[in-house]
T-cell receptor, first 113, second 112 residues
Framework: AQSVTQPDIHITVSEGASLELRCNYS??????LFWYVQSPGQGLQLLLK??????LVQGIKGFEAEFKRSQSSFNLRKPSVHWSDAAEYFC???????????FGKGTKLSVKP | DTAVSQTPKYLVTQMGNDKSIKCEQN?????MYWYKQDSKKFLKIMFS???????INETVPNRFSPKSPDKAHLNLHINSLELGDSAVYFC???????????FGPGTRLLVL
């Protein structure tokens, strides 16, 4: 069965520091992968997605992610974190023919001034 | 214009009551979903509709009944609410398989 693992429950970084959020997936075929962000009390906003092609994907707000098939990973990165990036981040994989998303448990990002 | 909207945004009710949450999308998408986010922020699919037909029905109590009057609407009716139903419920919609799934703002349900 498909699954997504986000090994880090909570990460704290200093403003201006670089960020990497980890995501590992389990999927039989080529996965469709997504990163969503949820600010406190808000809905889910898509940061970026990978379907095929270039394994380095650029998203909104300066985020990027790299698909590594050999490691079953799709880690999210940002070179310099801003205080407004504090939020919950979810990695997800397309669950199959019905297209529902299977989410990881999320990583909460805190940003220190 | 809001792509996926949900009403109400907040819902506080007593145990045993029946309530409905409405969802509308103006994106022309064929597929709509309901997800539940529990108190630990875990998101899980509940239902999926494609062109008004139920496609996915996960192991959700039959107190939950989705209804899709047309392609643009997917409502969620919950009977006999229980404390454990307290959660955030998200509606989402999608066009073709490789397109982005858009989420509504969520409905925060609190059962007392």
């Amino acid at each position: 069965a498909q699954s997504v693992t986000q090994p880090d429950i909570h990460i704290t970084v200093s403003e201006g520091a670089s960020l990497e959020l980890r995501c590992n997936y389990s999927y039989g075929a080529t996965p469709y992968l997504f990163w969503y962000v949820q600010s406190p009390g808000q809905g889910l906003q898509l940061l970026l997605k990978y379907f095929s092609g270039d394994t380095l994907v650029q998203g909104i707000k300066g985020f990027e992610a790299e698909f590594k098939r050999s490691q079953s990973s799709f880690n999210l990165r940002k070179p310099s974190v801003h205080w407004s990036d504090a939020a919950e981040y979810f990695c997800a994989v397309d669950g199959g023919s019905q297209g529902n998303l299977i989410f990881g448990k999320g990583t909460k990002l805190s940003v220190k001034p | 214009d809001t792509a996926v909207s949900q009403t109400p945004k907040y819902l506080v009710t007593q145990m045993g009551n029946d309530k409905s949450i409405k969802c509308e999308q103006n994106l022309g998408h064929d597929t709509m979903y309901w997800y539940k986010q529990d108190s630990k922020k875990f998101l899980k699919i509940m239902f999926s509709y494609n062109n008004k037909e139920l496609i996915i029905n996960e192991t959700v109590p039959n107190r939950f009944s989705p209804k899709s009057p047309d392609k643009a609407h997917l409502n969620l009716h919950i009977n006999s609410l229980e404390l454990g139903d307290s959660a955030v419920y998200f509606c989402a919609s999608r066009g073709r398989r490789q397109e982005t799934q858009y989420f509504g703002p969520g409905t925060r349900l609190l059962v007392l």
